[in-house]
């Protein structure tokens, strides 16, 4: 069977018929994909030792998409995925997988690479960016998880061969870690000087790498149950044009009206995205679950100014 047509199937049939297929051998991982003629019957370290230090961690980017986060079961257990990997946090032991996967399809649909930075997790939603921290040396990667498993024993996630190479632990095998799940959009904020403002002067639609909460956020009011005192901001952009379309976005994905409001800051304007007005904060946290359970990134609860 192809990748191809194993990507295909149903997730659940798919995952349960890779899952008796893995056998791996140190890492009790399954499966993404049937076997080929070309495939090693048991899993290892590749023959080319890539010096793993020139290769950059994964970069946290807000997904615009849907997240695969549908329950499953592989070997007669059932898995629930989580919702929302933002705030996951576990100590536990991590393994890795490589060459009998190189090249196969994850559960996330994408190819695996044991050169790439990423992991497969059993509950998070696909795709999700955790920092794993190996806690016997200290030394921290980000990764991408972008696949399921393992699931042949108690370890918490598994890392691709790079991001064991690089967290020290690959000649071992496993290690205890601590897996911890990241916000992209606050990652972005805090490495990224230009994520708040980013230039655009292309035509497209905003991604969510540029939907971001407010810049300044303004005073909540002391009257929750004001008419007309409570926004929430989704985005704040240096063009109009940008500003607009994540508008006519939420618009279309919300029943509140959507206004884009500008102001000046620093040098130069800022058009701000804002739903609004609300009448209580109740309200607002009911909008707030929906954009965040329609991906299109957090919002902020401001005032009227």
């Known amino acids: 069977m192809t990748a191809k047509l194993a990507a295909a199937i149903h997730p659940v049939v798919w995952a349960a018929a890779i899952a008796l297929l893995a056998g791996c051998s140190s890492t009790s991982h399954k499966s993404p994909a049937a076997s080929s003629g070309s495939r090693p019957s048991t899993d290892g370290a590749p023959a080319y030792m890539k010096d793993v230090s020139t290769i950059p961690d994964a970069v946290p980017t807000p997904h615009t998409g849907p997240y695969k986060a549908t329950p499953y079961t592989v070997l007669g257990k059932s898995y629930q995925p989580m919702q929302d ?92 870690v601590l897996v911890e799940g990241i916000d992209p959009v606050v990652w972005q904020q805090q490495n990224d000087p230009t994520y708040l403002v980013s230039a655009r002067s292309r035509s497209e639609a905003p991604s969510a790498a540029q939907v971001t909460p407010v810049v300044t956020p303004a005073a909540a009011p002391s009257n929750p149950a004001s008419q007309g005192q409570y926004y929430l901001q989704v985005g704040a952009f240096s063009t109009d044009l940008a500003a607009q379309q994540l508008r006519q976005r939420l618009q279309n994905t919300l029943a509140a009206a959507v206004v884009v409001t500008p102001v000046q800051h620093n040098a130069g304007t800022l058009h701000r995205v804002r739903v609004g007005p609300l009448a209580s904060q109740d309200e607002a946290r009911r909008l707030i679950e929906q954009l965040r359970l329609a991906n299109m990134g957090d919002a902020t609860l401001v005032g009227a100014n």
């Open 85 to 176: 990997g933002r705030r996951y946090r576990e100590e536990g032991e991590a393994s890795w997988y490589g060459t009998k996967f190189h090249g196969q399809a994850t559960a996330n649909g994408e190819e695996y690479d044991l050169y790439g930075m990423t992991a497969a997790h059993k509950t998070l939603p696909l795709p999700t960016y955790v920092q794993v921290t190996n806690l016997d040396n200290q030394r921290k990667i980000i990764v991408r998880v972008n696949d399921r498993g393992p699931f042949y024993s108690s370890r918490i996630i598994d890392l691709s061969y790079a991001a064991a190479k690089k967290l020290g632990f690959a000649e071992r095998g496993v290690a205890r």
